[in-house]
């Protein structure tokens, strides 16, 4: 029988039943074409006088409160900021000549300094005194580019919602000028903006976007104008939306940990807002935040960062760590998921997660990864065992080839047959047919850990089943594995005669190979030895890829193990095993 774990946090817990259970993937179809015609007819209407109109109204003469953020900013990325220039991802836009509506800028570095989250960032590094200048400064230069010019690239649901938080949060930075013309072209422009929010929120995309849109609602509703029936649609609107973008246990569908990271980070502005407002945060909007903190710091390795999971990366220790204090609840990181599918081994030192779920489904994330049945593993802060990653924030780092090559089987730790993708991945960024069902069994005894689980991602194509068995016994001194490939069926399929399996290492992590070809010593610089043996394959070693933090590429090393498939299926059994 498993062991039952509790999620300790203010006002219970929850339960997750033992035993074998069978994960679905859901309809993965992607967003319906009537969706995207009716998003494309709602966005030719902000062309039209009539929705000018709409956005006419009474502007606040003042906010009704200033919230504070919660969330701790980067104060070296503050500093450069008042050096005059932002960073990120590998690319730096000087400020004295910044262009908010650039064609050439990335999308994800156009959403951050369209959002104004960059902000944290400036308060962490300047005081008011020493910041509104430049904030201000930014603030009009948006106002004149895109105040008045309803466009996507400005106007976006989600955008506005994250762009009235940071405004309102860090007021003090931004309306600290003694010009009335200014400070009111400030105040209308959130009023706008709200109005535009009112209408728009539930045609964001489905997910964090769609989240992110009714917080704007909701904050506006607190901090600018709106009264009672803002408040009550923005409220729905949320749970609605955390009702259809979270999976029972708090993990969002998409399944990506850099979103998830956002999701905590963007409920714990909202329940500050709340506070400031001297309101109660909804019960279900309160468990919300609870259920999407404990899912977060299951991905977490023993660093504290996050793992490399669904074109993600481990982004900062101080990031996770500033994120989990603003939500202010203690929380224990989530172990047996339901649908966010990222189970986790702990022993001492020892950290293991496992992807033992379907990708996520097209309609919720593009650039999903077909990574199912792959794991990490951490010794202490140091990683052992990694997938090689994602650029996460930071793609317009990354070569577009790379970036799709991170997305495939071979670059996670896990079973690859024939050089195919367990789940098929296309140039246009969905994923296509592949992995639909996980069975799964977990069980706990004695200080030991043991998963059990296979998925169908090969059966299509060539009537076989990848079964994995993780075990993490001694203490955490050893972690046990067995990856066994099984005939399904009878029908005739496509013929595939080789397998690889293969173990990532971490960028400290240093490889000699023993004598008798089946083993090698794994020493971390620093720190540990663990010895990996392994029956059934031929090992070997051969260049790999990590991406770290900030999204850049590092040359670290991989061990393979390689074999022919007999015709009643494989098995290979091997092990980590702490030496020194």
Not at 78 to 85: K, S, T, W
Not at 431 to 454: N, P, Q, Y
Request: charged share 25%; with cysteine; net charge positive.
């Amino acid at each position: 029988m498993s062991l039952l774990e509790r999620i300790e946090a203010p006002g219970g817990g929850e339960e997750i039943e033992p035993g074998k259970r069978l994960i679905r993937a859901g309809d993965d179809r992607g967003i319906s074409l009537a969706e995207r015609l009716s998003y494309r007819l709602h966005r030719l209407t902000w062309r039209t006088p009539f929705h000018s109109m709409r956005l006419r109204g009474r502007f606040p003469l003042k906010l009704l409160t200033v919230p504070k953020d919660p969330v701790a900013g980067d104060k070296a990325a503050g500093e450069a900021i008042l050096a005059g220039r932002i960073e990120r991802g590998g690319v730096t836009v000087d400020l004295a000549k910044i262009d908010f509506l650039k064609g050439d800028l990335s999308p994800d570095l156009s959403d951050y300094l369209q959002s104004f989250a960059w902000l944290r960032d400036l308060g962490a590094a300047a005081t008011r005194e020493r910041g509104s200048e430049l904030a201000e400064h930014m603030v009009r230069h948006w106002l004149e580019q895109c105040g008045g010019q309803v466009n996507e690239r400005a106007w976006r649901a989600d955008l506005w919602g994250r762009r009235i938080l940071f405004w309102a949060a860090y007021a003090p930075y931004i309306l600290s000028s003694r010009d009335l013309v200014y400070r009111s072209a400030v105040l209308n422009a959130l009023a706008r903006g709200s109005r535009h929010l009112d209408r728009g929120a539930d045609r964001a995309a489905p997910g964090l976007a769609r989240i992110t849109a009714w917080v704007g609602v909701i904050v506006s509703a607190l901090v600018i104008q709106g009264g009672p029936a803002r408040m009550g649609k923005g409220e729905a609107g949320l749970i609605r939306s955390l009702g259809e973008a979270l999976h029972e246990d708090g993990g969002l569908v998409s399944r990506s940990p850099v979103e998830q990271l956002a999701l905590v980070e963007l409920l714990s502005q909202l329940r500050a807002t709340y506070y400031a407002g001297r309101r109660e945060v909804p019960e279900e909007i309160a468990d919300a935040l609870v259920r999407a903190a404990a899912a977060l710091l299951a991905v977490t390795l023993g660093d504290g960062a996050l793992g490399n999971w669904q074109g993600g990366n481990m982004l900062s220790r101080r990031r996770i760590a500033a994120a989990v204090e603003a939500a202010a609840i203690e929380v224990r990181p989530l172990r047996q998921p339901r649908g966010w599918g990222y189970h986790r081994l702990i022993a001492k030192n020892s950290v293991v997660v496992i992807d033992a779920a379907p990708p996520p489904p097209t309609r919720a994330i593009k650039g999903g990864c077909a990574s199912t049945l792959a794991f990490e593993m951490s010794d202490g802060t140091d990683r052992l065992i990694v997938n090689c990653g994602g650029a996460g924030e930071a793609a317009a780092g990354l070569p577009a080839a790379i970036v799709q090559a991170l997305r495939t089987t071979a670059a996670h730790s896990t079973l690859t047959l024939g050089d195919r993708n367990s789940t098929a991945i296309h140039d246009d960024g969905t994923l296509g047919k592949g992995v639909s069902e996980v069975e799964l069994s977990r069980d706990e005894f004695g200080g030991s850990s043991r998963i059990e689980a296979s998925h169908d991602g090969y059966v299509r194509r060539f009537g076989l089943v990848h079964r994995r068995q993780l075990e993490l016994v001694g203490g955490g001194l050893e972690l046990k594995g067995e990856d066994m490939i099984e005939r399904r069926g009878r029908r005739k399929r496509a013929e595939v005669k080789s397998f690889a399996i293969r173990f990532h290492l971490g960028p400290s992590v240093e490889i000699t190979n023993t004598a008798d070809g089946q083993g090698a010593l794994l020493r971390i610089r620093g720190g540990s030895v663990w010895q990996f043996r392994c029956r059934g394959g031929i090992l070997s070693s051969e260049e790999s890829l990590w991406i770290d933090g900030a999204g850049r590429p590092h040359g670290t090393q991989q061990l393979v193990i390689s074999g022919e498939i007999a015709a009643d299926g494989a098995a290979v059994a091997w092990s980590l095993k702490r030496a020194g």
